[in-house]
């Protein structure tokens, strides 16, 4: 009988506990069902407002000068002193670098004293020349005695009252003044020769003169206009020699900027140009906007499109070559344009707006559009410009970039 009851005891109490088990769930409040509440996206709007508006196109270019303009030494000497240095702004006339005057002036000094010895050997041609001028009469009177001599002691011979000696004598006189007459006439012919010849050299010699003084000129270096020292090549102590350089500078009013015009657009602005409009666009550096003008485009063209110059209207002086900027090309003003922020636009074609649905409820509606470019807006952020014909004014654009953004998301307008 003990054993039976000690089988019996489990069992008992596992039936007790299965009963009191089902009583417990069968007797347990019930609770209501889960609601699905849809969440709701809180989001910024601008009305929208179609208006003719300029396009402008971003290029990315680099300021460059054609005048950079390097002075060379103009002959070999030392380097006595230097002004300037990489940056300074110089005005007109500035001194900017001396070579040693001592490497020039004796040379000078040379050329100077080699036209005084040929000014005074013209001085003494022309001299020589009179000379012979005078002389030659004095010539021609002596042989004309001379021949008179020959033919007295000729007729003395005849009259055999004359020795043969003396006539020769007098022939040989009259021979040797006959050859003084030719010398100083063949003199008096050769003189322009030798005046031409001495003239040749001194005009040599003036013009060494003049290339060494011009040198010695240039050993004094000064800046040509108002400009900017891009690079000093040497220091006081050097020694350069001819055409060696030594100051490379440029002035401001010289300076442009080069942009690479892509070649969807590079069309449109070849037909603004050959009709004569002015193309503006804007640069800012140091938080201030440099006003360029689009003056030319290059000779050569490449496949991503062409390269075009800008110049430089006002603020010159913020610029260095080089320098690398973020142009603003204004383009042709379009109508029916909306003026948005960038975080309104997804992927570059479309944008929500608002909608009431059937129960009262605000949502997205997409949008799609023609991205036309970008514009800096009056507060000065980046706005893009985009139509269509679907947006009307007074419409309601969210402005609020949502990376879940989808079709008939519910959403609430906030300031």
């Known amino acids: 009988m003990k054993k039976l009851s000690l089988v019996l005891l489990p069992v008992v109490i596992l039936a007790v506990a299965l009963g009191l088990f089902r009583f417990l769930k069968a007797t347990k409040p019930e609770q209501p069902p889960p609601k699905v509440q849809e969440r709701v996206w809180r989001v910024a709007v601008e009305a929208v407002n179609p208006q003719s508006l300029a396009p402008e ?37 500035a001194l900017l670098l001396q070579l040693d005057p001592r490497d020039f002036q004796p040379r000078i000094a040379q050329a100077q004293a080699e036209i005084d010895d040929l000014d005074a050997q013209i001085e003494s041609e022309n001299n ?10 004095e010539e021609r009177q002596l042989l004309e005695l001379a021949s008179q001599g020959v033919v007295r002691q000729q007729r003395l011979k005849t009259q055999k009252v004359g020795a043969e000696q003396a006539l020769d004598e007098a022939k040989q006189q ?10 100083r006439e063949m003199s008096i012919a050769d003189h322009p020769s030798r005046l031409r010849a001495l003239q040749a050299k001194l005009a040599s010699a003036t013009a060494k003169l003049e290339q060494l003084e011009l040198e010695y000129q240039r050993a004094r270096l000064q800046a040509p206009y108002a400009a900017v020292i891009a ?22 009013a010289s300076l442009e900027v080069r942009a690479r015009i892509p070649a969807p657009h590079q069309e449109e602005i070849i037909a603004a140009l050959n009709a004569g409009e002015t193309l503006a666009a804007t640069a800012k550096v140091a938080g201030i906007e440099v006003p360029l003008r689009l003056v030319r485009l290059a000779g ?3 496949a991503s499109g062409i390269d075009g110059y800008f110049a430089v209207q006002d603020h010159g002086e913020l610029l260095r ?31 929500y707006e608002l909608m009431t649905d059937a129960e009262a409820v605000t949502r997205m509606q997409g949008v ?8 800096l807006g009056p507060d000065g952020q980046e706005r ?11 419409d309601q654009v969210v402005v609020t970039h949502m990376p879940n953004a989808v079709e008939g998301l519910r959403v609430e307008v906030v300031e």
């Open 57 to 93: 196109l971003v290029l990315y270019g680099a300021v460059e000068t054609p005048e950079l303009l390097t002075l060379a030494a103009s002959a070999t000497a030392w380097v006595e002193q230097v002004r300037v240095r990489d940056g300074d702004r110089v005005a007109e006339q």
């Open 128 to 137: 020589r020349h009179q000379t012979d001028i005078m002389a030659l009469e």
């Open 174 to 183: 009259q021979a040797q003044q006959a050859l003084a007459v030719s010398n």
């Open 231 to 252: 690079d000093v090549k040497v220091t006081a102590g050097d020694q350069v020699s001819r055409g060696d350089p030594l100051v490379t500078l440029y002035a401001t």
């Open 300 to 302: 050569q063209a490449a």
């Open 321 to 351: 070559p080089g320098q690398l900027l973020r142009v603003r090309l204004e383009r042709h003003p379009q109508p029916d344009i909306v003026a948005v922020p960038m975080a309104a636009v997804y992927g570059g074609e479309r944008v």
């Open 368 to 375: 799609a559009i023609e991205m036309l470019g970008t514009r």
């Open 384 to 394: 893009a410009l985009v139509r269509s014909p679907e947006l009307s004014a007074g």
